[in-house]
């Protein structure tokens, strides 16, 4: 077989195998449809499609509430939390998060399709499930450390000890001028009132203190771990040949040979 550039598309001359051609991919059985096999070429459009989704919808929401912030918008809004499933997400994540939901059920479908038509074992493509399991596990202690941080803060004797603290300190300042005042309390290190952050805990309910430990903690276990299987699909999965035959490389860069042996 004579193989010419850009025999199989013209517009696109790199891609060499039929089968990969554009016009044969059918998104809807690519993403959705786990009972299937998809090329190569087929499986890096939708893997592009679900990464790019995700990059697209973090950074932009993100970067318009930083300028709107600097530009002295009020951030209630964009920070108002949203209750979704077991998480809570600031509003303006919430079409991210809800994406990435989404796309952790058709990256998984992706990856059984891809790793079938490769002839490798489809049980590989829970790899791809694992951040999301880390992070709930994550979650799940989290949740568990902001509850108990919030049951210790309001216990008796907590209380007691910090109303111990502000009568001291009180009677520490009386006779002072109101000067005086303002420079101890910023030098201060004690004290529920002169901390914000103190103070905003403990103004949350139980079961928001809880969200936002388990946010903090799942987050970032997530994000190292979806880092992971990002590149065990760029690295592997998105390289194997189609028929799971040939040499293990990117693109459809075949020879001449391999698509005549109907590699």
């Given at each position: 077989m004579e193989y010419t550039a850009g025999a199989v598309d013209p517009h696109r001359p790199w891609i060499r195998d039929a089968r990969d051609a554009p016009e044969n991919m059918n998104w809807w059985q690519t993403l959705?449809?786990?009972?299937?096999?998809?090329?190569?070429?087929?499986?890096?459009?939708?893997?592009?499609?679900?990464?790019?989704?995700?990059?697209?919808?973090?950074?932009?929401?993100?970067?318009?509430?930083?300028?709107?912030?600097?530009?002295?918008?009020?951030?209630?809004?964009?920070?108002?939390?949203?209750?979704?499933?077991?998480?809570?997400?600031?509003?303006?994540?919430?079409?991210?998060?809800?994406f990435t939901l989404l796309t952790e059920y058709t990256s998984f479908v992706g990856h059984v399709r891809r790793l079938t038509e490769a002839g490798r074992s489809a049980f590989m493509a829970v790899i791809v499930l694992v951040p999301l399991l880390l992070g709930l596990v994550a979650y799940a202690l989290g949740t568990q450390a902001g509850a108990a941080q919030y049951r210790q803060m309001h216990s008796p004797a907590n209380s007691e000890a910090?109303?111990?603290?502000?009568?001291?300190?009180?009677?520490?300042?009386?006779?002072e001028d109101a000067a005086s005042k303002d420079?101890?309390?910023?030098?201060?290190?004690?004290?529920?009132?002169?901390?914000?952050?103190?103070?905003?805990?403990?103004?949350?309910?139980?079961?928001?203190?809880?969200?936002?430990?388990?946010?903090?903690?799942?987050?970032?276990?997530?994000?190292?771990?979806?880092?992971?299987?990002?590149?065990?699909?760029?690295?592997?999965v998105a390289r194997l040949p189609n028929g799971g035959e040939g040499k293990f490389r990117t693109g459809s860069h075949m020879t001449p040979e391999e698509i005549a042996r109907g590699v």
């Open positions: 959705f449809n786990p009972f299937g096999k998809t090329y190569k070429l087929h499986f890096t459009r939708a893997w592009t499609l679900m990464f790019m989704g995700r990059l697209l919808l973090y950074v932009i929401p993100s970067f318009i509430a930083f300028v709107a912030g600097i530009a002295g918008v009020s951030s209630d809004g964009f920070n108002k939390p949203v209750n979704l499933m077991l998480f809570t997400v600031p509003a303006v994540l919430l079409p991210f998060a809800l910090v109303e111990t603290r502000a009568e001291k300190k009180g009677e520490e300042e009386e006779g420079t101890q309390t910023a030098a201060a290190g004690g004290g529920g009132a002169r901390d914000p952050r103190r103070a905003a805990m403990m103004q949350m309910s139980e079961r928001q203190l809880a969200m936002q430990a388990g946010m903090g903690m799942a987050f970032p276990i997530w994000w190292l771990a979806s880092f992971g299987a990002m590149l065990w699909s760029l690295m592997y």
